[in-house]
């Protein structure tokens, strides 16, 4: 199993930065692709990212592509989401995500593992 916590959320105005950190337990890490998404109040949770075992690969959501940079550290059972420009619309929880088997996918119901999440709030 893996356990995740996210951290690095906090409010911030409209064209700040964030960098959201997930740090996962146990020595399996880098078998896991990792994603982010995200839940705004009173909407389904969307994918926002994801990267490969390596970090080699990468997959972005349109909304947030050009804005965005996953990265991961395998050294250090991380992964980490880099939010440029942000926009009042990027208000959300932020939940990181592990998926063994196989890379590429956007689905929520596709990931065995998730995070508590950390709340992003973006002001005008």
């Known amino acids: 199993q893996v356990q995740l916590v996210e951290s690095g959320g906090g409010l911030v105005q409209a064209g700040g930065s964030l960098r959201l950190s997930c740090a996962a337990s146990?020595?399996?890490?880098?078998?896991?692709?990792m994603g982010w998404f995200r839940q705004a109040p009173g909407k389904e949770r969307e994918f926002v990212a994801t990267i490969g075992w390596s970090g080699a690969s990468t997959d972005y959501a349109d909304s947030v592509k050009g804005r965005v940079t996953i990265s991961r550290d395998n050294a250090k059972n991380t992964v980490y989401l880099q939010m440029n420009s942000l926009k009042p619309e990027d208000t959300a929880v932020y939940y990181c995500?592990?998926?063994?088997?196989?890379?590429?996918?956007?689905?929520?119901?596709?990931?065995?593992?998730w995070g508590q999440g950390t709340q992003v709030t973006v002001s005008s």
């Open positions: 995500a592990a998926l063994r088997k196989y890379w590429g996918s956007r689905r929520t119901s596709d990931y065995d593992y």
């Open positions: 146990g020595r399996t890490f880098s078998t896991y692709v």
